[in-house]
């Protein structure tokens, strides 16, 4: 079940809301205006951690073939270990 929130706004908000809701806005109500703005700030936000996510690995997948190193698990595990001896 969804969690009710409550909020007021006055003077020129309240006003703007009113402009949008109702028989001459494009909402029926101020809950459905306020989904909406919400929404669309979620998505934007979703949007702006992608891009935050892409512009990190951007260097990577744009990497020519020949950057890359082949690795196997074996030894990954080994240099790691040599590693840890190595800074007791």
Same mark, same amino acid.
Do not use: C, W
């Given at each position: 079940?969804?969690?009710?929130?409550? *909020? @007021?706004?006055?003077?020129?908000?309240?006003?703007?809301?009113?402009? @949008?809701?109702?028989?001459?806005? =494009?909402?029926?109500?101020?809950? %459905?205006? =306020?989904?909406?703005?919400?929404?669309?700030?979620?998505?934007?936000?979703?949007?702006?951690?992608?891009?935050?996510?892409?512009?990190? +690995?951007?260097?990577?997948? %744009?990497?020519? +073939?020949?950057?890359? *190193?082949?690795?196997? *698990? %074996?030894? *990954?595990?080994?240099?790691?270990? +040599?590693? @840890?001896?190595?800074?007791?």
């Amino acid at each position: 079940m969804a969690e009710g929130i409550n *909020v @007021r706004f006055a003077g020129p908000l309240h006003r703007f809301i009113q402009h @949008r809701t109702g028989p001459g806005g =494009i909402y029926q109500s101020a809950s %459905e205006y =306020i989904r909406d703005l919400v929404r669309h700030d979620y998505q934007r936000e979703q949007e702006r951690q992608s891009e935050a996510l892409y512009q990190h +690995l951007k260097a990577g997948a %744009e990497a020519p +073939l020949e950057d890359f *190193v082949a690795l196997d *698990v %074996e030894s *990954v595990i080994r240099d790691a270990k +040599l590693r @840890r001896a190595a800074s007791k």
